[in-house]
DNA sequence: AGTATATAGTTTATATGTTAACAATGAGTT
DNA sequence: AACTCATTGTTAACATATAAACTATATACT
């Protein structure tokens, strides 16, 4: 359905760009809200899922430390601080010491955590192919090269 | 640039659908940060801008409920109570009472509030015309069907 | 008219995000 | 060793988002 009825406006748009852009926005809440909606059967948040998924393929049994948790998330470092606190509280992850550098937090998930991880992840992997589905491979690759390029024509801006 | 290098990430995705979800995730936010930047030059927030853009487009003389402005962003009409506050106390819109229903507010732009958006409008217009540069009409029209399909899919997988 | 139901807005508790200021630690230079 | 600068994490103040429970009002139905 078109945004203009999804979102009950009641005229159009006049550009094209405008269009596209808020597309994009609305397409991330829909996603959002449907990834909630499945993570708080589970009692989890989309965001916690995600430091989840990175810890599990990203960190290995290294672990992440907070700075790489947010670089891998976009976010600001001290976002990081109270989510972790938060999962932290809920004994899905611990913080632990990183020998050498006494600045660092190493970010581990505790065994709670992975049982659920591991519970969590066949479930919302269906999810991501039920939301992407009746693309080939190419669209999708089509559509990932699409959006590169916006992000590239931002930070290009930003300069 | 791939999402892997912008995230640093170590390994890439082994699932295509897993890669595009997250390529729209993470050029919303992309464009929430660049929008955000602007917008804090003139005091603003990006969501306060769009208040004020729904106010102008879709409110014309009228206005808009606070119901209607939470079904036009996609948001929860709780949220809209706090972001209408804080507007009002900033004095960029006011409530004002709809005749015939006393339980409804009907939001409108104050003089000082249609004077910032009739500056802000062209510049962030420029920002979205570079963030959308280099596609052709018909690319971008491309760009918002696929993204239609995804929301269709979404909502179908939601029943 | 009276009752039940629906709608609009607010409040509270909670999660996620930002920036700015701060403390602790590490690294490089002289 | 001492000084400077960079990095890591935390805290505080704030904006935005949700769900659930609440009040006030409107509407529909018998």
Redesign the interface.
């Known amino acids: ?3 203009k009825e ?6 159009g748009f006049d ?7 808020l ?10 809200k ?1 990834a909630d ?1 499945f993570f708080k059967t589970i009692g989890l948040t989309d965001v916690q899922f995600n430091v989840m998924m990175l810890l599990n ?2 960190g290995g049994n290294d672990g992440l430390s907070q700075v ?1 948790l947010s ?4 976010v600001n470092r001290a976002n990081v601080t109270t989510l972790i606190d938060r999962m932290e509280k809920s004994a899905l992850v611990a913080r632990t010491s990183l020998s050498g550098d006494r600045r660092t937090n190493i970010i581990k998930m505790t065994v709670k955590g992975r049982k659920i991880f591991e519970k969590a992840e066949p479930l919302y ?1 269906q ?9 080939s ?1 190419l ?3 089509k ?2 090269g ?13 300069k």
């Open positions: 359905m078109a945004l999804e979102l009950k406006l009641k005229r550009v094209v760009e405008h269009e596209a852009m597309n994009i926005y609305y397409t991330t809440a829909s996603l959002k449907r909606a393929y990203q790489q670089d891998m998330m976009l992997d999810i991501i192919k039920q939301a992407m589905a009746g693309f491979q669209e999708l690759k559509l990932i699409v959006l590169e390029q916006v992000r590239m024509n931002v930070n290009k801006s930003e």
